[in-house]
């Protein structure tokens, strides 16, 4: 009897579920699929095999015994199980379910992964979207032990480029943000030199963005500048700035998200009178791998959005 049970058909258990939830055999039969007597044989061959009875016939209907109520309860689980399984299969081959998981850097990420999550959740709600922000080493590691599905990074210097499948993106534009009532502001666009002797809030030493600044200033025959604070936490970033006449560079996606209300109370863009490029950022996905066609269809989106935005030129 128990292994009766445990190997219950999906008929069986429709059929009970439904004798339980209508109360009368016709309804329940036609609700799934079947005859009236297939439906009754169906019934009688279950009882028969787990020896008890499981619904009593009265004149209001067919009412379940203890026994049956029992197996009704699970049975139903079953069915919507079941039903649940087949949404969830169909929605994972169409791409309108299932998880996709991917990374990139901080502008990239708001400036084209942002919108193309937007798009496809319009699209496939249910579909479960894991992202992470952080630098393209974390990243490439992540896409190596088969964490993620596709990242928008750069390839540090020591990874084997076999391991991966690549295609270009674009650069990103640099800019400055400061407080509402910097010094520097109300001047027009500034050249990079004249801010050499303010503070700065600079990334890590390698980061691209650093590089990027720290390299403006050698074009202008100065090094480094001296009076900085290193971190990468947007939020130490903004109470520092709000308090000082630091300078902050970052991705104009990111400037333009810090500049949009209710954010952008109390900041400003400082121009600057040449431009400043990181070198282009990639798409990367792990060489050989397949994925799921939710993630090739915000794969797909990622590259139509990459594509829209004209890329940037360094002066």
């Given at each position: ?27 329940a039969a036609s609700e799934c ?98 992202v992470e922000v952080a630098p ?180």
């Amino acid at each position: 009897m128990t292994d009766l049970l445990r190997n219950l058909r999906p008929a069986q258990a429709r059929l009970i579920a439904a004798i339980e939830r209508h109360g009368q055999l016709q309804v329940a039969a036609s609700e799934c699929g079947m005859t009236q007597p297939a439906a009754s044989r169906l019934l009688a061959e279950l009882e028969r095999q787990l020896e008890t009875r499981l619904f009593i016939r009265t004149p209001k209907g067919m009412e379940p015994t203890p026994s049956g109520t029992l197996l009704a309860r699970h049975a139903a689980r079953m069915v919507f199980d079941l039903g649940q399984l087949s949404e969830e299969f169909a929605e994972l081959q169409t791409g309108k379910g299932g998880l996709v998981r991917v990374g990139a850097v901080t502008g990239p990420a708001l400036g084209q992964l942002v919108p193309a999550i937007q798009r496809l959740k319009q699209q496939a709600p249910m579909v479960n979207i894991s992202v992470e922000v952080a630098p393209s080493l974390v990243l490439t590691q992540a896409l190596e032990r088969g964490d993620l599905d596709f990242v928008l990074a750069r390839l540090p210097p020591h990874v084997d480029q076999r391991d991966f499948e690549i295609e270009p993106a674009r650069n990103e534009i640099v800019q400055l943000l400061v407080r509402d009532e910097h010094p520097m502001l109300g001047q027009g666009p500034v050249s990079i030199g004249s801010l050499h002797r303010l503070p700065w809030i600079l990334q890590d030493r390698g980061a691209p963005i650093r590089q990027a600044i720290e390299a403006a200033f050698h074009d202008e025959g100065l090094v480094a500048p001296n009076d900085v604070i290193t971190t990468s936490s947007l939020l130490v970033i903004i109470a520092l700035l709000k308090e000082s006449d630091a300078i902050a560079p970052m991705s104009m996606e990111v400037i333009e998200l810090m500049l949009e209300p209710p954010v952008s109370a109390g900041f400003r863009r400082l121009e600057l009178k040449r431009q400043v490029v990181v070198d282009p950022y990639l798409i990367i996905r792990g060489r050989g791998r397949r994925l799921s066609r939710a993630a090739e269809i915000l794969l797909s989106f990622t590259r139509e959005r990459i594509a829209s935005v004209v890329a940037p030129r360094s002066s």
